[in-house]
């Protein structure tokens, strides 16, 4: 299934893309896509509410916002430095266990919500990456059994404020939690739906000039490992979100002068078979 949310900011109700291509509103299903609808048996419910109800369940018109696929979860985890070459570029070494920071929730919007450069920034950069939905509370799970905890995946772009996370102190929390910083979806797409998530390709273009352009089958650390190992650690309950690292091509590792948003630039960005996001560009009033 293809779950999304749509409507005003703070007030999203669950909609469905079907096979057939039509968006419905599945809000009589009752629920939001959280952590009691992924934590339960809420996706097969559904499945099975669809089933019954998917040809007279109304059409979520076109001009609707779609807000994140996710109502705010407990965390936002992300995974650093997770391709070579990104690392490369970087000037930072290849890590030998998977890099560990946080965006703040607050930082969650929609997949065509504008992006806002904050009051003060003067580095704010692109990373798309795919992310991964959690879907079973998940403590200290095994690499073979990590998959099973996953519920889906979805588009993130990790917007990144690189002065506040490079040059105050190296707290990278502080570049990554602005508001807007977080753009996800427009859909969670259930894992059956994605069979291989370590062979999608992902890019980002600026302004129509693609920046980025990889593959998931770079990462260094893959889908079940992280899942695992960030299991070690903490618990990870159902909605959470790991957004998985970005391939190179950001704004930070263009040579010789690196190139950074500013207000009026575009971002489209996608990973093969979860959608297309699209933001605008602009400055902190």
């Not at 779950?3 to 999203?12: A, D, K, Q």
């Not at 807000?67 to 690392?87: E, F, Q, T, V, W």
């Not at 960005?269 to 560009?281: I, K, M, P, T, W």
Request: proline residues 7%; negative net charge.
């Amino acid at each position: 299934m293809k779950l999304f949310r749509f409507g005003p900011s703070g007030s999203e109700k669950p909609g469905v893309l079907l096979a057939d291509g039509r968006a419905v509103d599945v809000s009589a299903f009752g629920g939001d896509y959280d952590e009691a609808f992924l934590g339960g048996d809420g996706l097969q419910r559904l499945q099975s509410w669809l089933e019954a109800h998917a040809a007279s369940a109304p059409e979520v018109p076109a001009t609707e916002r779609i807000g994140p696929c996710i109502a705010r979860p407990s965390k936002i985890l992300c995974a650093g430095l997770n391709y070579k070459d990104h690392a490369e570029e970087s000037g930072m070494a290849i890590p030998e266990e998977p890099i560990l920071f946080t965006k703040a929730t607050s930082a969650l919007v929609g997949p065509f919500d504008d992006v806002v450069i904050p009051r003060g920034a003067t580095k704010t950069d692109w990373e798309v990456e795919l992310a991964i939905i959690i879907g079973q509370r998940a403590s200290g799970v095994t690499k073979a059994d990590a998959l099973n905890h996953v519920a889906g995946y979805a588009v993130m772009n990790d917007v990144s404020e690189r002065a506040w996370q490079l040059e105050r102190g190296g707290q990278w929390l502080k570049g990554k939690s602005a508001d807007t910083f977080a753009p996800l979806g427009p859909y969670l797409v259930t894992r059956d739906e994605v069979p291989d998530p370590e062979g999608l390709n992902l890019w980002l273009s600026l302004n129509g000039k693609k920046v980025q352009d990889s593959s998931t089958a770079q990462m260094i650390f893959g889908v079940a490992h992280l899942v695992s190992y960030i299991s070690q650690f903490m618990t990870l309950l159902p909605g959470d979100i790991i957004s998985t690292g970005t391939p190179p091509g950001v704004g930070m590792g263009i040579k010789p002068d690196p190139i950074y948003l500013k207000a009026g630039d575009v971002m489209e960005l996608e990973v093969a078979g979860l959608g297309v996001q699209r933001q605008d560009v602009k400055a902190a009033e």
